[in-house]
């Protein structure tokens, strides 16, 4: 074979370095893909983002003029926000939000005693982060001081007076009888053995009998350490009694609601429970409760508990005015959540409940290892959107004479010193961003918990 016949034969070449990762085509990827796939996909898709672009270009420019550019700031009375006053167009009169805003948090709670609020309000803050935050430590004492400490602590401070002192000298009472249990549970036995049995020491050092004791310890010392500094203001300062007709404002929103979903949880769980029993009077009972309770509104639920209530205890012990409500708003709760739990339990493949009998579970352990936390994971956008429900819900304890937080915007409307054009519209939108924020802060947490713990996965 001649050279040129080489140099004319066909040569195979494989490249040895890849070439680099080429940009998707814009119809593919990037923003105008978006816009096309989210925006522009179909001809009705194309209309109602054009109605909404239209919507936003004709309303926001106006509201932003009106509650942030032509806003009134500051100011001490009704002429900073009137436009003959200040020479030039006034939009939203935040000056009287700013003015009015310890009324909104406080209602007519005394001025000096407002201290014993935002104690208050701090301890729930901290409550909440404690159980809310995946990574905080000491869980279990997080939960009782949530549920055991805080609502005693708060009824002392926010209530004061003899009831609350009896209370709170019971509690610390009740803390150090059970911190000297402790000792003697923890030591004295080691004692008796050592004396009767000196070998014994060296196996009670190796396992001493306050290890099985040592959660009741943190939880003991945490009571002794909370109703003492209680009762040391007590002794200082006093916790004069404020009666609950003072109460209002963002604390008993807050209260309300706090109320509301700590209780309607648990006893959502119990009646969902016995309305699968297969007892026969606790399922007759569950869902006769269940569907009474639905099948009222939330106002004739008030309207009982502030009228009939009181009917059926002695006047003497009749309940006061602001927990008639309470009990009102937690039982309407807890019948919604039963339905919610009740869906979350028939969800749950038969397998599971099959499985857990296998192990030898009893029906207690078999709810409460397998099933319930199974459940309970399923229906947490439903947990948590009657959690938002009720907090919304909390605005009709207006019904029955409690001044919640909306009731205080409303009172203050009629207030000359702040009558404007533009007092009434800044005082409600204060009120709807108050509430948004609330509610869209336990939306974004559930989904946060729905993700961590991968609930909306599909299998």
Not at 147 to 163: A, E, K, N, T, Y
Not at 321 to 339: D, H, Q
Request: proline share 6%; glycine share 8%.
């Amino acid at each position: 074979m001649t050279d040129a016949t080489l140099d004319n034969a066909p040569r195979a070449f494989v490249r040895t370095e890849t070439l680099p990762q080429q940009p998707a085509p814009l119809s593919v990827a990037g923003p105008l893909a978006w816009i096309h796939a989210n925006l522009f996909s179909s001809p009705l898709n194309a209309i109602l983002t054009l109605l909404c672009i239209w919507f936003v270009v004709v309303t926001v420019p106006e509201l932003v003029h009106f509650y942030i550019l032509d806003a009134v700031w500051s100011g001490a009375s009704r002429d900073a926000c009137l436009a003959d006053k200040v020479g030039r167009p006034v939009g939203a009169c935040w000056a009287y939000v700013a003015d009015r805003f310890q009324y909104f948090i406080y209602g007519s709670y005394p001025i000096a005693d407002r201290w014993r609020v935002n104690i208050v309000f701090a301890m729930f803050a901290l409550g909440v982060v404690w159980l809310l935050w995946n990574r905080a430590p000491l869980k279990r004492i997080g939960v009782f001081y949530f549920f055991v400490i805080l609502p005693l602590s708060g009824f002392i401070l926010l209530l004061g007076g003899d009831r609350a002192q009896g209370l709170l000298r019971f509690l610390i009472l009740l803390s150090f009888a059970l911190a000297v249990l402790y000792l003697v549970l923890s030591f004295v036995p080691s004692l008796a053995r050592f004396w009767t049995n000196p070998a014994l020491l060296a196996v009670e050092q190796e396992a001493p009998p306050w290890k099985r004791f040592h959660g009741a310890k943190s939880l003991i010392l945490l009571s002794l350490v909370v109703f003492g500094i209680l009762a040391i203001l007590d002794d200082r300062i006093g916790l004069l009694r404020v009666d609950t007709g003072l109460w209002g404002g963002m604390m008993v929103t807050f209260l309300i609601s706090a109320v509301g979903i700590v209780f309607s949880l648990p006893l959502g769980v119990v009646l969902a429970l016995g309305r699968r029993s297969r007892l026969p009077i606790i399922q007759l009972l569950s869902v006769i409760f269940i569907e009474f309770v639905r099948g009222v509104p939330l106002i004739t639920v008030l309207f009982m508990a502030n009228t009939m209530l009181p009917l059926f205890v002695p006047q003497e012990y009749s309940p006061d005015r602001l927990l008639r409500p309470l009990i009102g708003v937690a039982l309407f709760a807890s019948a919604y959540m039963a339905e919610v739990i009740r869906g979350g339990l028939q969800a749950i493949p038969k397998g599971q409940f099959e499985g857990a009998m296998s192990l030898g579970l009893g029906y207690w352990q078999m709810m409460r290892l397998i099933i319930l936390p199974q459940a309970l994971r399923i229906v947490i956008p439903g947990i948590v959107n009657t959690f938002i429900g009720l907090f919304k819900d909390t605005t009709l304890v207006t019904i029955v004479g409690i001044f919640d937080f909306l009731r205080t915007v409303e009172a203050t409307l009629v207030d000359p010193t702040w009558a404007t054009p533009t007092t009434r519209t800044t005082g409600y939108a204060f009120a709807a961003v108050f509430y948004f924020l609330c509610c869209w802060g336990m939306s974004r947490y559930s989904i946060a918990v729905e993700k961590r713990l991968a609930a909306g996965q599909k299998r």
